[in-house]
């Protein structure tokens, strides 16, 4: 179980916004650590998409953006096109009784349909 | 560019220990930026194993703290993974990666995992 939660699966039709929330809790993203973002294509390692909240990686097109709000976060994804069909995890940090350090989401799959 | 390479065996047999490394090309790993592991069993999320920093201060998952010991060579521009004990459970896609970070009060505010390698798989079995 991750300690961030998100949405096993979304889906949308090309052209349209999608939304990929993650919701964590007081010891994480409740806590004002920063979200990052990453897609993963099919077979290869994560990349990121967005760092500190809102802050999109070299490269990454501006119909991907962040945005973060108590205890938890969302990656909105506008104008979608077929390569976007991924899994996205949200990554922020843990500070707990038990120890701390980097948390993920347990990944949402992306459908075009 | 900077590009990020694992290496290590693909198969480990159970209680034995796994040793990987990762060699940095393209940037010093002497520089103001954190080197980790990042782990992914087949068909499921993403684990955050541990990070060096060039100084060989490290911080580690607290659920695998007792398991783990991460290194560093500067000579080489490489870092290393050792994970003893090994299990089925931990039959995963191993990553090392770049990351940027803050240390506050003892904690290590992680910014993004910024470069990834590809990754290599490890089985364990008999």
């Known amino acids: 179980q991750s300690v961030l939660t998100q949405p096993p699966s979304v889906s949308g039709a090309p052209g349209q916004t999608v939304t990929i929330s993650c919701t964590g809790s007081?010891?994480?993203?409740?806590?004002?650590?920063?979200v990052h973002w990453y897609q993963q294509l099919p077979g290869t390692a994560p990349k990121l998409l967005i760092y500190?909240?809102?802050n999109r990686a070299s490269g990454v097109p501006d119909r991907f953006s962040g945005s973060k709000s108590g205890t938890s976060a969302s990656l909105d994804i506008t104008g979608l096109q077929a390569d976007d069909e991924a899994d996205y995890y949200c990554?922020?940090?843990?500070?707990?009784?038990?120890?701390?350090?980097?948390?993920f989401g347990g990944g949402t799959k992306l459908t075009v349909l | 560019q900077v590009q990020l390479q694992e290496s290590g065996p693909g198969l480990v047999k159970p209680s034995e220990t796994l040793s990987l490394t990762c060699t940095v090309s393209?940037?010093?790993?002497?520089?103001?930026?954190?080197w980790g592991w990042i782990r992914q069993p087949p068909g499921k999320g993403l684990e955050w194993i541990g990070s060096?920093?060039?100084?060989?201060?490290?911080y580690y998952n607290p659920s695998l703290k007792s398991r783990v010991s991460i290194s560093v060579d500067t000579s080489k521009n490489q870092f290393s993974l050792t994970l003893t004990s090994m299990t089925a459970a931990d039959a995963a896609v191993y990553y090392c990666?770049?990351?940027?970070?803050?240390?506050?009060?003892?904690?290590?505010?992680?910014?993004?995992?910024?470069?990834w390698g590809q990754g290599t798989m490890v089985t364990v079995s008999s």
């Open positions: 393209g940037y010093s790993i002497n520089s103001a930026y954190y």
């Open positions: 060096i920093y060039h100084s060989g201060s490290t």
């Open positions: 990554q922020s940090y843990d500070s707990s009784v038990s120890g701390s350090g980097a948390v």
């Open positions: 007081s010891s994480n993203i409740g806590a004002n650590y920063d």
């Open positions: 990666v770049r990351h940027s970070a803050v240390v506050w009060f003892g904690d290590l505010l992680f910014g993004g995992f910024d470069i």
């Open positions: 500190g909240n809102n």
